[in-house]
């Protein structure tokens, strides 16, 4: 299983543009990237998935290295609503997604 | 579309009593999942169920969890005698394919006193 390894925590001011990067080194070459976010009292929300380049959807930018040993997560012009943890999941095909600590995001006013 | 359900929201038992958790997936999902976080710690993977079968149960603890999904609709974990260290949020998750995109529902935080 690919380890990932993401920023525990990160602080950002309402509007300002948020890029989280993740490190998976060993990632495989049939991984996939995923995104998920978690507000307090719930489960994860998908965000965003990606093999290689950019994927952009109405929420997020991720953007992955030609050498795919690492992901950044872009969240544009945060609002205080995005305060969560976001975790970087790394798998695919038989492999159960890894959930680690994730990176406690806080938006500051 | 409804999203995925898991009930109790909340359950709170003694050791040694006996608590089942329901999970109600996504229709059409074939793919179900169970997971949990203990004591604050990272969430753990648990089981996969592919329609009715067991695909993946390798992160189930021990022998006092049985998860079964009869007629690849809802699921139920029982957990059987409980055991403090039991205590911990449990996440059910439905997808259509296999790890992309699973739906997470809301959780049912067990507390074993």
């Known amino acids: 299983l690919a380890k990932t390894t993401q920023p525990i925590s990160m602080d950002s001011y309402e509007g300002q543009e948020v890029n989280i990067t993740c490190s998976h080194n060993?990632?495989?070459?049939?991984?996939?990237i995923t995104w998920y976010q978690q507000f307090p009292s719930q489960g994860p929300r998908f965000i965003i998935q990606?093999?290689?380049t950019k994927v952009t959807n109405e929420v997020a930018s991720l953007f992955i290295p030609a050498d795919r040993k690492s992901s950044t997560l872009s969240l544009p012009r945060v609002s205080l609503s995005d305060t969560a943890v976001y975790y970087c999941?790394?798998?695919?095909?038989?492999?159960?997604?890894?959930f680690g600590r994730g990176t406690s995001l806080i938006v500051h006013p | 579309e409804a999203g995925v359900t898991q009930f109790p929201s909340h359950s709170v038992i003694e050791k040694g009593q006996t608590v089942t958790l329901r999970c109600d997936p996504i229709?059409?999902?074939?793919?179900l999942y169970w997971y949990r976080r203990v004591m604050g710690k990272e969430i753990k993977f648990l089981l996969h169920?592919?329609?009715?079968?067991?695909?993946?149960e390798s992160g189930m603890p021990n022998n006092r969890f049985l998860a079964e999904r009869t007629g690849g609709t809802y699921s139920t974990l029982k957990v059987q005698p409980a055991e403090l260290e039991d205590s911990g949020v449990y996440f059910c998750?439905?997808?259509?394919?296999?790890?992309?995109?699973?739906?997470f529902g809301p959780g049912t935080r067990l507390t074993v006193t």
């Open positions: 998750a439905s997808s259509q394919d296999r790890f992309y995109e699973q739906y």
């Open positions: 060993n990632i495989a070459t049939n991984d996939y």
């Open positions: 990606g093999y290689k």
């Open positions: 999941l790394v798998g695919g095909g038989s492999y159960i997604p890894t």
């Open positions: 229709s059409g999902h074939d793919n």
């Open positions: 169920f592919v329609k009715e079968s067991k695909q993946d």
